[in-house]
């Protein structure tokens, strides 16, 4: 039993499966329609998919999923795990679209993709055409995924007990967004609400809410429940954290994302929040000249860094972390769940919190 | 009987009971978050949804429940009918986006009403602001449609017959846009492409797939369905058909939206495809140089409809209404509806067809 739980958490194992659900779920798509066109956009949303990613989601939804016991059918929890991950591509594309990224996983976001579509406009039409386009990729990945969730073979407890699971992550995750958004280019050391941020666009959306997943399907208890809550929030935090710190200090070749796209943008981070804490009125006059600035380059980027590097903002993000690793581990320790499960987890929060891309 | 339909299809009645539906929701919402934040935006969802519209499609949908033979519990098909509704804001809300617009139904879009939550920035990041709390608006109207829907009591036979037809519909309007996409700016006479944005966009979206919503939930048979599809597809043709010469011809104090948006966005409809098919040289190059102009202004716009009706392809469209109307009274003489559904219906062509708003 150990030994299946173990090969069922194997990441490249959940990948494959994930992977393979996803691309037979688009195939059937672009087969079943009778438009010329539709089958060249649902390729690009295939392509976007399949190009790279974590699976943390997935992963983490099967983790939920054996730590609340597990059961026969493995499969509904495998299908819920790829509908988390056509979820995700469809917050990814949107996310892009806002924030006028240029690639993703080190390959075209999907807007710029869909330039190539248009092909032979002019630049402002080109534009339009893939940032449309990105609406519309985003808004059908969001409906697919639903569509995927519900075509699995599921109970009517199982469907009963995940809805107001998948209610809610949707939810936050659009708070948090929102949240976000209202907050960037306001450059402030309010700490407390940049980490609101952080709770809700990730330590819920990301590890909690799949965890969620995974332990309802299986019957989980309330108790399971709370229990993958006590490790998944301080892990989440710690992983944004993290990429916080990636995205910023990061080498772009290793993690696939500009290191200028985060300043440029201005986003409010608990890094900056300290940064603008700790600065003096020099340090601080530089951060708000330059944070949020479209035509920051190498060398302001650099100035930037400097002061959050001088005023202690990128070793106490660091510290910041480290504690919320330690009491993950603490969590899982007291958890009790299936000694497979529990190696995983800890094996997640290694990788979330130590992570180069 | 007869009578208790009438009442439950009247226009007025159904437009209360969706639009207290939809408030409760909505309340219920911005009551149950922690943030200070979230009530504003739910706020201006809330104000979009219920500012005006005309309710076509939870009507056709409690059309089609009876249609079907109805039942005891309408409360599922008026659950349904808001859930259709607050789908259609999603739509509304990121096509507004798409064609930046700056209004709709007489009101600021939803991405100039988040303009206002952001002001005293500088013109371009208040721009990004509503365009990306739009683009988070209509995510969130759509996962909250679902959570409307998924959350009325329901059969499990209620449930799975429910779910194939709105995920066709979700997807069908999705491709229409797409088609709508790749058409927008190139002016020619493909009347065939531009008749199935039609189709996907309106006939099926906008008429078909509520019918069949309330007629599924009614336990409705394959025969109500095709019934509902052949008064359907006239009927949604005629409509946009109508749609697009308003947006052309329409009087904007009445239609509550620009008469010039549809030619600057360079809309390839059926009425342009027929105008291109019989300029002559001169008219062509003026339609070409002209549609898809974002500076076109008012004396642009007039020559641009001084062809549409030299080249007689307004009267065309006018011709075509008339045909689809035609066709869709004949399928209704032929469906044997209830009497109470047959008048509502009829009402629904003639109000489609002739309508000025």
Redesign the interface.
């Known amino acids: 039993m150990t030994t299946a739980v173990a090969d069922s958490l194997d990441l490249a194992a959940v990948r494959q499966a994930v992977d393979s659900t996803l691309t037979r779920f688009l195939s059937a798509?672009a087969e079943s329609?009778d438009?010329a066109?539709?089958p060249e956009?649902i390729g690009i949303l295939s392509r976007f998919v399949t190009a790279g990613g974590k699976r943390l989601r997935p992963l983490l939804c099967m983790c939920g999923w054996y730590a609340a016991g597990g059961g026969p059918e493995a499969g509904v929890a495998l299908h819920a795990a790829a509908s988390l991950e056509l979820f995700h591509a469809?917050a990814l594309i949107?996310d892009d679209?806002?924030d006028g990224s240029d690639t993703r996983r080190g390959h075209p976001t999907a807007h710029r993709a869909l330039e190539a579509?248009?092909a032979g406009?002019d630049g402002a039409?080109t534009e339009?055409?893939g940032?449309?386009?990105a609406?519309?990729l985003?808004?059908?990945a969001?409906?697919?995924s639903?569509?995927l969730l519900?075509g699995a073979t599921m109970s009517?407890r199982q469907h009963r007990a995940l809805?107001p699971v998948l209610?809610a992550m949707?939810?936050e995750v659009?708070?948090g967004?929102?949240?976000d958004?209202?907050a960037t280019?306001r450059v402030t050391g309010d700490l407390e609400e940049a980490m609101?941020v952080v709770r809700y666009k990730t330590a819920k959306y990301t590890i909690e809410r799949p965890l969620h997943v995974g332990a309802v399907l299986a019957d989980g208890s309330a108790a399971d429940l709370e229990a993958c809550s006590a490790y998944a929030l301080p892990v989440g935090e710690a992983f944004q954290l993290r990429d916080d710190l990636l995205g910023v200090f990061g080498d772009p070749r290793v993690t696939g994302k500009s290191d200028l796209d985060d300043l440029r943008e201005g986003k409010r981070t608990p890094l900056v929040a300290l940064a603008v804490q700790r600065a003096d009125e020099s340090q601080l006059s530089v951060l708000r000249s330059l944070l949020g600035r479209q035509d920051l380059d190498a060398e302001g980027a650099a100035a930037v860094r400097r002061i959050l590097e001088a005023t202690g903002a990128r070793r106490r993000v660091e510290d910041m972390i480290a504690d919320r690793h330690g009491q993950a581990l603490h969590a899982l320790d007291r958890a009790g769940f299936p000694p497979a499960v529990t190696a995983a987890l800890r094996e997640i929060a290694r990788a979330a919190t130590k992570r180069s891309s």
């Open positions: 798509k329609t438009s066109e539709l956009l469809f949107h679209v806002m579509v248009r406009g039409s339009w055409f940032v449309s386009g609406i519309l985003g808004d059908l969001l409906v697919w639903d569509e519900t009517a809805r209610d949707r939810s659009m708070l967004q929102y949240l958004l209202l280019g609101d």
